[in-house]
């Protein structure tokens, strides 16, 4: 119980087609001196991060920024996968980059990361997965809630692209289901 | 991605094949490693964490097979156009200067990136004075950069890239098709010389004028990559040029004092 109590938290977001407007609104409404590291990771098509970055920045109460390999973890930031890199978090709550192989056509890949996450955060993550067209992510969260963590699946009739947590929520593997309003207002009374 | 082999048993199998083996993982970040070695673990469908010790410790070749997996090995043509645009712009006029010239791929995965230089030195007229050292932990693939076959599917990707990078050539005049790969052309390959070399354990073996490692270090922790920069510092002329992955960087280390970055690409020029 008491390594429980003393378990570190992390939110890490999940997000493909449809999902860029849906973090950029949690991160607008996370409340000022929001506590935990958030972690995002999306699938696109172009290969620059720096533009996301700025996009999510313009309005973000947290400060946004790409992950960069070997960076240590610290609260109250927002980080973003790069392009064209799975995202791990190691042990000691820094990031590592792989280049392996993609993983449901995509690196960086959900369930990759929502994985490495899980092994470092254990009970203390909060696994968020948004809109989306593609099956990425469930395996992600079926491990954070093995792992005790929590599950919130965005609700797919308020998703723009409802396949992604549809299939989280079919396959049983969500804990929550929200909108983008009801995650924000969850994430601040964490 | 089930998690079959534990932490602790990762370590035990790491000392095992430092052990046996005398290869050292040990300074490699864990999370990626933990990956590759659960994947084969699945893959190769053992029944219990024992016997996959038990094989690896006794059965050389499956070593081997260890050795191909576990390494990232995912590489391309002119991977980051940018990274070549300015090699090919900021780094060959610089090397033009020079009577004779030393480069070493470290980490050369299959050799499309030496591939890839070795066309811009060619379109530069630096080819015939150039040397090429490509090297590589993982034998299998060293094996197959020396043959210099790509599979074709491939190959409108990485002519993309070419052009991309600042290539005017018809890419298609560097190599010949057959059947699903191409294979590129003897001048490019002549100028080439491939071997293992382990940048963990073995030492500096030349002096160069550009060392790449590019990629190869996201997998290393801290203190061996500063182990590396130390090895590639010894390799490197003074004036030499080192050209790191597009997330790899020398900031954090003190050494980069005696380096000076190369426009906004990552790539860092001895200067002491
Ligand atoms: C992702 S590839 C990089 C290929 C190419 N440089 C690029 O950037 O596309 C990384 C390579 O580093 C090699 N490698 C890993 N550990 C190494 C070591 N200790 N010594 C030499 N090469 C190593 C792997 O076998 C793999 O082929």
């Known amino acids: 119980m008491e390594e429980s109590y003393l378990e570190q938290r992390c939110v890490i977001i999940g997000g493909s087609a449809g999902s860029l ?33 700025d996009v999510f920045n313009y309005r973000s109460t947290l400060p946004v920024k790409e992950a960069e390999d070997k960076e240590i973890i610290n609260p109250g ?55 989306g067209a593609n099956a990425d992510g469930t395996k992600g969260l079926e491990i954070i809630r093995a792992k005790g963590g929590i599950s919130i699946v965005q609700n797919p009739a308020s998703a723009q692209v409802p396949f992604m947590p549809k299939h989280a929520i079919e396959s049983g593997v969500a804990g ?15 | 991605m089930e998690k079959v082999v534990t932490d602790q048993q990762i370590e035990i199998l790491l000392n095992d094949l430092l052990e046996k083996y005398g290869y050292d993982f040990t300074g490699y970040t864990r999370a990626s490693l933990k990956r590759r070695i659960n994947r084969l673990f699945s893959l190769d469908k053992f029944p219990s964490f ?30 980051d156009a940018g990274f070549f645009k300015t090699l090919k712009e900021e780094v060959l006029p610089v090397l033009a200067t020079y009577p004779f010239i ?28 150039s040397l090429l050292y490509a090297t590589d932990l993982n034998p299998a693939v060293v094996s197959r950069a020396a043959k210099g076959m790509f599979p074709l599917h491939h190959l409108k990707q990485y002519s993309q890239n070419y052009h991309q990078a600042g290539g005017t050539a018809e890419f298609s005049s560097y190599y010949t098709a057959a059947y699903d790969h191409v294979i590129f ?69 003190p050494i980069v004092s005696r380096y000076r970055q190369v426009g906004k690409e990552k790539i860092w020029r001895k200067v002491t």
């Open chain 1, 21 to 53: 407007q849906v973090v950029q609104h949690i991160l607008n409404k996370l409340k000022p001196g929001f506590q935990l590291p958030v972690i995002i990771v999306l699938h696109r098509k172009t290969d620059h991060t720096s533009g996301l970055t």
């Open chain 1, 77 to 131: 930031t927002a980080y973003v996968a790069p392009a064209d890199y799975h995202l791990l978090i190691e042990k000691d709550l820094s990031f590592s980059l792989d280049g392996s192989e993609k993983v449901h056509y995509s690196r960086p890949s959900i369930d990759v990361s929502f994985d490495a996450a899980s092994e470092a955060f254990g009970a203390g993550l909060i696994g968020v997965l948004l809109s």
């Open chain 1, 176 to 190: 929550l289901v929200m909108t983008a309003e009801e995650i924000s207002e969850y994430l601040n009374l964490l």
């Open chain 2, 50 to 79: 024992a016997e996959f010790r038990f094989r690896l410790r006794t059965d050389e070749r499956y070593f081997a097979r260890f050795i191909e997996e576990i390494t990232v090995n995912v590489t391309e043509m002119f991977r």
């Open chain 2, 102 to 129: 030393r480069i070493w791929h470290a980490g050369c995965s299959t050799g499309e990136e030496v591939y890839s230089t070795a066309i811009f030195l060619k379109e530069a007229n630096l080819l015939h004075k």
């Open chain 2, 185 to 253: 052309s003897e001048e490019l390959r002549s100028r080439m010389v491939f071997s293992t070399h382990n940048l963990v354990s073995e030492s500096s073996f030349n002096q160069f004028q550009l060392v790449m490692c590019r990629n190869v270090l996201i997998y290393f922790d801290k203190e061996l990559q500063g182990k590396v920069f130390a090895l590639i510092d010894e390799s490197l002329d003074p004036l030499g040029f080192l050209a790191l992955g597009s997330k790899e960087s020398m900031k954090m280390f």
